[in-house]
């Protein structure tokens, strides 16, 4: 018999209201960057957890419903009535934590990200970094500073976004080889379901 194949990689999201004016801002600046920066341009969010392995995405979205349903029982306004700050513009030296908006560390965020750790075998110790995306790419040390010098004009229009719910990607990361071709386009990313939050 053939060898199974690895499992497919998702990513929990943390996701904007469609159609609110923090949707339609985030990613506007997103596209903007994209187009005049170069790298791909992607849906705005903020990561609840990272590769997490599904056989496939019906588990995936039967799996983030129930952890969903967990979360929404938590005590809080957080659970009820979600929301996330962002308290400065940051930037890093790897491809998909190039320049972000940094969000605050709400305990209830954090309590949120643990309960996903748990629930799908994450180290629980691991250190959490919300934060939301604007560019991502291998730019210069000086282009990324003058990319957060450009972004921190934008906080004061991003200074929190209400959660819609939960969304589950598929979220296979491309090669070095990939990402660093002219043009490159997250064409292998895609959302499978969000689950909102707050609903038992």
Request: proline share 8%.
């Amino acid at each position: 018999a053939a060898c199974a194949g690895p499992m497919p990689s998702y990513s929990l999201w943390l996701t904007p209201h469609p159609g609110s004016s923090f949707a339609q801002r985030a990613q506007e600046v997103i596209d903007r960057c994209a187009a005049s920066h170069g790298g791909p341009s992607f849906a705005p969010h903020v990561t609840l957890l990272p590769d997490v392995v599904f056989r496939d995405d019906a588990e995936a979205q039967a799996r983030t419903q129930r952890v969903v349903a967990k979360l929404s029982r938590a005590e809080g306004p957080w659970c009820r009535d979600p929301s996330i700050a962002f308290s400065s513009v940051s930037m890093k030296d790897t491809f998909f934590q190039c320049v972000f908006l940094l969000a605050e560390k709400d305990p209830l965020l954090l309590e949120a990200n643990r309960t996903c750790r748990r629930e799908f075998g994450h180290a629980e110790d691991a250190e959490y970094m919300p934060h939301l995306s604007l560019v991502y790419g291998n730019h210069s040390l000086a282009a990324r500073e003058r990319l957060r010098s450009e972004m921190a004009a934008e906080l004061p229009g991003l200074a929190e976004m209400k959660v819609q719910g939960v969304s589950v990607w598929r979220t296979e990361v491309p090669s070095e080889e990939e990402r660093s071709k002219p043009g490159f386009r997250l064409t292998s990313w895609y959302e499978v379901a969000t689950v909102p939050l707050g609903e038992e």
